[in-house]
C-alpha cells in the first residue's frame, strides 16, 4: 500500500478520535470527569474541554439558583389548628463533586426533605407565629433543610412560606375577635375622649366661678354664633347665675342715703304680689269690711244727710 494513502487515512482518522473527545462546558455548568468509572479531582471550568474518546465521560452540573415550590402539606399546629402550607425554596449547588456523587438526584433529595421540614415546622408553631412570626419560621425551615444539603455539595439561600390556608370555621372565629378588639378600641377611645372633656368643662366652669363676666362673654359669643346661621327667630337662654350676678351687683353698689334711695331698695325688697292695685282694693273693701249689729250701727254711724229741698 502506498505511503502516501495511508498518513492521509491515519491522519483524517486521528482528527476524529479527537472531535469526538471534545466537549463544551457552558458558563452556568461545571463538569466532573469519570475515568474508567472514577471521578477525577480536577472539576472541568466553563469552555472547550478535550476528554479521551472511550476512556472519559463528563457529567455536568447546573450551577445555577434552582427556585423550587414545596408542594402543600397538611398538618396541625401546636394549639391544635389544621392548615395547610405551602413554601418555596432557593437553593444552588456549591461542590460539583459531592452533588455528582453523594446524591443520586440532589434535585428529588432536596425537594423531599422540604417537605418533610416543612411538616415539622407545622408541627412546631403555633397559628400565630404562622401568621405574622413569618421571618423567624422562613429561617428555621431554612436551616433545617441546609443541615443535610450540605453534604451534597448544596447551598439553601433561602426558603419562604407562601400561603397558610386555614379552615372556613378558624376564619369566621378570626373575623368576629377581630371585631370585638377594635369595638374594644372604639369603646376605650370614646369614653377617654368622654373623661378629657368632662375634665376641659370642669376646669372652665371653675373659671367661671371665679370670673362671673366670663359667663356673661360666653353668652354673648352664643348669641353671635346663632345669629350668623341668619335666623328669623332667637331664642336667648337666661342663665341663673346671670340673675345672681346682677343681683350681688345691686347689693354691693354704693348707697345713696335719700330717702328715696330707701323707698326703692324697700319697693325692690316688697314682692310684687303683696302690693294689690288700688282698684283692687276698692273691689275688696266691701266685701271685707265687718258687719256690726244693729244696735251699734244706728250708734256708731251718723245718719246720712238729708236732701235738700229745691227752694232752700
Do not use: C
Request: charged fraction near 25%.
Amino acid at each position: 500500500m502506498d505511503i502516501n494513502i495511508v498518513l492521509p487515512v491515519v491522519a483524517f482518522l486521528v482528527l476524529l478520535v479527537a472531535l469526538a473527545g471534545v466537549r463544551v462546558v457552558n458558563q452556568v455548568e461545571r463538569g466532573v470527569v469519570f475515568r474508567f468509572g472514577r471521578a477525577q479531582p480536577q472539576i472541568r471550568e466553563p469552555g472547550l474541554r478535550l476528554l479521551l474518546p472511550g476512556v472519559d465521560h463528563m457529567r455536568k452540573v447546573n450551577v445555577q439558583i434552582v427556585t423550587m415550590p414545596v408542594p402543600t402539606q397538611e398538618g396541625i399546629t401546636r394549639d391544635n389548628v389544621s392548615v395547610r402550607v405551602d413554601a418555596v425554596a432557593y437553593f444552588r449547588v456549591r461542590d460539583p463533586m459531592r452533588a455528582a456523587i453523594e446524591v443520586q438526584d440532589y434535585l428529588f433529595a432536596v425537594e423531599q426533605v422540604a417537605q418533610t421540614s416543612l411538616r415539622s415546622i407545622i408541627g412546631k408553631s403555633e397559628l400565630d407565629d404562622l401568621l405574622t412570626n413569618r421571618e423567624e419560621l422562613n429561617k428555621g425551615l431554612a436551616l433545617m433543610i441546609d443541615s443535610p444539603a450540605l453534604g451534597w455539595g448544596v447551598h439553601i439561600d433561602r426558603v419562604e412560606i407562601k400561603d397558610v390556608q386555614l379552615p372556613e370555621s378558624m376564619k369566621r372565629s378570626m373575623s368576629r375577635q377581630a371585631e370585638a378588639e377594635r369595638e374594644r378600641r372604639s369603646r376605650v377611645i370614646v369614653a377617654d375622649g368622654e373623661l378629657r372633656a368632662a375634665q376641659k368643662l370642669a376646669d372652665a366652669s371653675g373659671i367661671m366661678a371665679q370670673t362671673p363676666g366670663a359667663l356673661q362673654l360666653r353668652l354673648l359669643q352664643t348669641v353671635v354664633e346663632v345669629a350668623a346661621e341668619k335666623n328669623s327667630t332667637l331664642i336667648m337662654p337666661l342663665p341663673v347665675e346671670l340673675l345672681r350676678f346682677f343681683d350681688r351687683a345691686v347689693r354691693t353698689g354704693p348707697d345713696t342715703g335719700s330717702d328715696t334711695g330707701s323707698a326703692v331698695a324697700g319697693a325692690e325688697q316688697v314682692p310684687p304680689e303683696e302690693k294689690p292695685s288700688p282698684a283692687l282694693a276698692e273691689a275688696a273693701a266691701p266685701e271685707l269690711a265687718p258687719i256690726a249689729p244693729p244696735g251699734q250701727q244706728a250708734e256708731g254711724a251718723s245718719a246720712p244727710p238729708a236732701p235738700k229741698r229745691a227752694g232752700a
